[in-house]
Protein backbone atom coordinates (compact mmCIF):
# COMPACT_ATOMS: atom_id res chain seq x y z
CA UNK A 1 0.00 0.00 0.00
CA UNK A 2 2.67 2.51 1.26
CA UNK A 3 6.69 2.47 0.11
CA UNK A 4 8.64 3.82 2.32
CA UNK A 5 10.19 7.25 1.06
CA UNK A 6 14.17 7.59 0.27
CA UNK A 7 14.23 11.23 -0.81
CA UNK A 8 15.40 15.02 -0.15
CA UNK A 9 12.17 16.23 -0.98
CA UNK A 10 10.30 14.22 1.55
CA UNK A 11 6.88 15.99 1.15
CA UNK A 12 6.60 15.98 -2.25
CA UNK A 13 6.70 12.20 -2.14
CA UNK A 14 5.03 11.49 0.56
CA UNK A 15 1.83 13.40 -1.75
CA UNK A 16 2.46 11.21 -4.24
CA UNK A 17 2.25 8.30 -2.65
CA UNK A 18 -1.11 9.58 -0.62
CA UNK A 19 -2.47 10.35 -4.18
CA UNK A 20 -1.27 6.70 -5.86
CA UNK A 21 -3.35 5.00 -2.86
CA UNK A 22 -6.58 6.95 -4.07
CA UNK A 23 -6.04 6.77 -7.76
CA UNK A 24 -5.51 2.91 -6.87
CA UNK A 25 -8.62 2.69 -5.17
CA UNK A 26 -7.21 1.68 -1.78
CA UNK A 27 -8.70 4.93 -0.41
CA UNK A 28 -12.36 6.33 -1.56
CA UNK A 29 -13.90 9.25 -1.11
CA UNK A 30 -15.18 10.16 1.98
CA UNK A 31 -12.47 7.80 3.58
CA UNK A 32 -10.07 8.57 6.38
CA UNK A 33 -6.56 8.42 6.48
CA UNK A 34 -4.21 6.76 8.38
CA UNK A 35 -3.37 9.02 11.42
CA UNK A 36 -0.30 11.04 11.07
CA UNK A 37 2.48 8.49 13.49
CA UNK A 38 1.15 5.75 11.28
CA UNK A 39 1.91 7.28 7.89
CA UNK A 40 5.56 8.24 9.68
CA UNK A 41 6.01 4.68 10.10
CA UNK A 42 5.23 3.10 6.77
CA UNK A 43 6.96 5.31 4.99
CA UNK A 44 9.89 6.32 7.37
CA UNK A 45 9.97 9.59 7.49
CA UNK A 46 9.12 12.35 10.02
CA UNK A 47 5.96 13.11 11.44
CA UNK A 48 7.15 16.42 10.76
CA UNK A 49 7.28 15.75 7.05
CA UNK A 50 4.08 14.03 7.18
CA UNK A 51 2.47 17.24 8.46
CA UNK A 52 3.50 19.08 5.85
CA UNK A 53 2.38 16.64 2.94
CA UNK A 54 -0.98 16.89 4.56
CA UNK A 55 -1.20 20.31 4.50
CA UNK A 56 -0.50 20.97 1.16
CA UNK A 57 -2.58 17.86 0.05
CA UNK A 58 -5.45 20.28 1.89
CA UNK A 59 -4.52 23.30 0.08
CA UNK A 60 -5.23 21.58 -3.28
CA UNK A 61 -8.77 20.15 -2.22
CA UNK A 62 -7.76 16.57 -1.75
CA UNK A 63 -7.72 15.90 1.69
CA UNK A 64 -9.59 17.89 4.77
CA UNK A 65 -8.79 18.17 8.48
CA UNK A 66 -11.72 17.24 11.06
CA UNK A 67 -10.64 18.51 14.13
CA UNK A 68 -10.16 15.61 16.83
CA UNK A 69 -10.95 13.04 14.39
CA UNK A 70 -8.36 13.41 11.62
CA UNK A 71 -7.54 13.60 7.99
CA UNK A 72 -10.21 12.53 5.27
CA UNK A 73 -10.29 12.15 1.35
CA UNK A 74 -12.37 14.95 0.38
CA UNK A 75 -15.99 13.20 -0.78
CA UNK A 76 -16.93 17.24 -2.24
CA UNK A 77 -14.82 18.48 -4.49
CA UNK A 78 -16.96 21.44 -5.86
CA UNK A 79 -14.66 23.81 -4.78
CA UNK A 80 -11.36 22.20 -5.29
CA UNK A 81 -10.34 24.15 -8.49
CA UNK A 82 -11.46 27.80 -7.20
CA UNK A 83 -8.27 28.57 -5.35
CA UNK A 84 -5.87 27.18 -8.47
CA UNK A 85 -7.46 28.49 -11.11
CA UNK A 86 -8.16 32.10 -9.17
CA UNK A 87 -4.40 32.45 -8.75
CA UNK A 88 -3.94 31.42 -12.38
CA UNK A 89 -6.38 34.26 -13.52
CA UNK A 90 -4.40 36.63 -11.64
CA UNK A 91 -0.87 35.49 -12.47
CA UNK A 92 -1.35 35.21 -16.26
CA UNK A 93 -3.55 38.50 -16.71
CA UNK A 94 -6.68 36.59 -17.78
CA UNK A 95 -9.34 39.00 -18.76
CA UNK A 96 -13.08 38.71 -18.06
CA UNK A 97 -13.75 37.70 -21.77
CA UNK A 98 -11.72 34.43 -21.00
CA UNK A 99 -14.34 33.51 -18.32
CA UNK A 100 -17.12 34.09 -21.15
CA UNK A 101 -15.14 32.17 -23.79
CA UNK A 102 -14.68 29.34 -21.14
CA UNK A 103 -18.48 28.97 -20.38
CA UNK A 104 -19.51 29.18 -24.11
CA UNK A 105 -17.55 26.52 -24.62
CA UNK A 106 -18.10 24.16 -21.72
CA UNK A 107 -22.15 24.78 -21.36
CA UNK A 108 -23.41 24.11 -24.70
CA UNK A 109 -21.82 20.88 -24.56
CA UNK A 110 -23.22 20.31 -20.55
CA UNK A 111 -26.65 21.05 -21.95
CA UNK A 112 -26.94 18.27 -24.06
CA UNK A 113 -25.28 15.65 -21.64
CA UNK A 114 -28.03 17.28 -19.52
CA UNK A 115 -30.77 16.40 -21.55
CA UNK A 116 -30.02 12.85 -21.50
CA UNK A 117 -29.40 12.26 -17.83
CA UNK A 118 -31.13 14.90 -16.07
CA UNK A 119 -33.66 13.40 -13.49
CA UNK A 120 -37.30 14.96 -12.51
CA UNK A 121 -36.59 16.11 -9.39
CA UNK A 122 -33.73 18.59 -11.46
CA UNK A 123 -36.10 19.54 -13.65
CA UNK A 124 -38.81 20.44 -10.58
CA UNK A 125 -35.26 22.57 -9.47
CA UNK A 126 -34.80 24.50 -12.43
CA UNK A 127 -38.59 25.43 -12.43
CA UNK A 128 -38.52 26.75 -9.17
CA UNK A 129 -35.62 28.21 -9.76
CA UNK A 130 -36.91 30.21 -13.20
CA UNK A 131 -39.72 31.02 -11.30
CA UNK A 132 -38.31 32.76 -8.45
CA UNK A 133 -35.90 34.39 -11.12
CA UNK A 134 -39.10 35.73 -13.03
CA UNK A 135 -40.81 37.46 -9.94
CA UNK A 136 -37.37 39.10 -8.55
CA UNK A 137 -36.90 42.84 -8.76
CA UNK A 138 -33.64 42.85 -7.21
CA UNK A 139 -30.42 42.58 -9.51
CA UNK A 140 -27.82 40.67 -7.05
CA UNK A 141 -30.65 37.94 -6.42
CA UNK A 142 -31.49 37.44 -9.98
CA UNK A 143 -27.98 37.24 -10.81
CA UNK A 144 -27.59 34.56 -8.00
CA UNK A 145 -30.38 32.86 -9.44
CA UNK A 146 -29.29 33.08 -12.71
CA UNK A 147 -25.69 31.47 -11.70
CA UNK A 148 -27.84 28.73 -9.82
CA UNK A 149 -29.83 27.84 -13.07
CA UNK A 150 -26.59 27.44 -14.85
CA UNK A 151 -25.14 25.30 -12.17
CA UNK A 152 -27.88 22.99 -11.88
CA UNK A 153 -27.72 21.96 -15.76
CA UNK A 154 -24.16 21.42 -15.43
CA UNK A 155 -25.01 18.72 -12.25
CA UNK A 156 -27.82 17.45 -14.51
CA UNK A 157 -25.45 16.63 -16.94
CA UNK A 158 -24.19 13.35 -14.77
CA UNK A 159 -20.54 14.31 -15.37
CA UNK A 160 -18.52 15.30 -11.65
CA UNK A 161 -15.68 17.09 -14.18
CA UNK A 162 -17.62 19.68 -15.64
CA UNK A 163 -19.93 19.92 -12.51
CA UNK A 164 -16.92 21.19 -10.45
CA UNK A 165 -15.25 22.93 -13.34
CA UNK A 166 -18.82 25.25 -13.91
CA UNK A 167 -18.54 25.77 -10.13
CA UNK A 168 -15.36 27.14 -9.81
CA UNK A 169 -16.19 29.36 -13.60
CA UNK A 170 -19.32 30.17 -11.44
CA UNK A 171 -17.06 31.31 -8.54
CA UNK A 172 -14.40 33.33 -10.53
CA UNK A 173 -16.96 35.18 -11.78
CA UNK A 174 -18.92 36.26 -8.37
CA UNK A 175 -15.16 37.23 -7.40
CA UNK A 176 -13.90 38.92 -10.61
CA UNK A 177 -17.23 40.63 -12.54
CA UNK A 178 -19.38 42.63 -12.03
CA UNK A 179 -22.59 40.62 -11.77
CA UNK A 180 -25.69 42.87 -11.52
CA UNK A 181 -24.99 43.22 -15.59
CA UNK A 182 -27.18 40.38 -16.08
CA UNK A 183 -29.41 43.29 -16.17
CA UNK A 184 -28.23 45.34 -18.72
CA UNK A 185 -30.37 42.62 -20.89
CA UNK A 186 -34.03 42.76 -21.37
CA UNK A 187 -35.40 40.43 -18.97
CA UNK A 188 -37.90 39.24 -20.79
CA UNK A 189 -35.45 37.78 -23.42
CA UNK A 190 -33.53 35.73 -20.41
CA UNK A 191 -37.13 34.29 -19.43
CA UNK A 192 -37.48 33.04 -22.73
CA UNK A 193 -34.39 31.79 -23.31
CA UNK A 194 -34.77 30.26 -19.85
CA UNK A 195 -38.13 28.69 -20.83
CA UNK A 196 -36.79 27.32 -24.07
CA UNK A 197 -33.88 25.14 -22.62
CA UNK A 198 -36.15 24.01 -19.82
CA UNK A 199 -38.45 22.86 -23.08
CA UNK A 200 -35.50 21.32 -24.55
CA UNK A 201 -33.93 19.47 -21.42
CA UNK A 202 -37.74 18.51 -20.59
CA UNK A 203 -38.31 16.93 -23.58
CA UNK A 204 -35.03 14.95 -23.78
CA UNK A 205 -33.41 16.89 -27.35
CA UNK A 206 -29.68 17.61 -26.38
CA UNK A 207 -29.21 18.90 -29.81
CA UNK A 208 -31.80 21.70 -29.09
CA UNK A 209 -30.81 22.33 -25.55
CA UNK A 210 -27.36 23.04 -26.59
CA UNK A 211 -28.26 25.28 -29.41
CA UNK A 212 -30.13 27.31 -26.95
CA UNK A 213 -27.37 27.55 -24.47
CA UNK A 214 -25.59 28.52 -27.13
CA UNK A 215 -27.81 31.32 -28.17
CA UNK A 216 -28.39 32.60 -24.52
CA UNK A 217 -24.55 32.97 -23.89
CA UNK A 218 -24.07 35.14 -26.69
CA UNK A 219 -26.42 37.49 -25.32
CA UNK A 220 -23.49 38.08 -23.11
CA UNK A 221 -25.02 36.59 -19.89
CA UNK A 222 -22.66 35.75 -16.98
Do not use: W
Not at 103 to 123: C, D, F, M, Q, V
Not at 198 to 217: F, G, I, N, Q, T
Amino acid sequence: MLNPVKNTKVYEVIMEEIKDIVKKGELKSGEKLPSERELADKLEVSRTSVREALKALTMLGLIESKHGEGNFIKSNFENSLLEPLSIVFLLIGSKNEDIIELRRIIEPEAAGLAAKNITESELRDLKEIMKELNNSLDAEICAQLDKKFHYKIAQASGNHLISTIMFSISSLIEKYIDSSCIHNINKKVVKLQHEEIYKALESRDSKKASEYVKKHLELGII
